[in-house]
């Protein structure tokens, strides 16, 4: 599977999964859509998906987040040989 389909899963899995577990949350605290409100529930959902894509960019292996100091490192260690 080529990096590019396995990004735009990690994108909509995160996006479901935000919305998803903000709904349970609603359910959880019995607060109604209506008395939550849009702006509150797209701010809640929002890093709730980020928070999951986090997770996701790691176990799919996308890259879209560098995976630390090592990675940085890199350039100047190529730097060094030539």
Avoid: C, H
């Avoid at 080529?2 to 605290?29: D, E």
């Amino acid at each position: 599977m080529g990096i590019g389909i396995r990004r735009i899963i990690l994108i909509a899995l995160s996006i479901a999964a935000g919305i998803g577990m903000t709904f349970g949350l609603l359910l959880a605290l019995d607060v109604s859509y209506d008395n939550y409100g849009t702006v509150y529930f797209v701010f809640t959902a929002l890093p709730l998906a980020v928070l999951v894509g986090i997770w996701l960019d790691y176990f799919l292996k996308t890259k879209l987040l560098s995976d630390g100091p090592q990675d940085e490192a890199k350039p100047a260690e190529q730097a060094k040989a030539e």
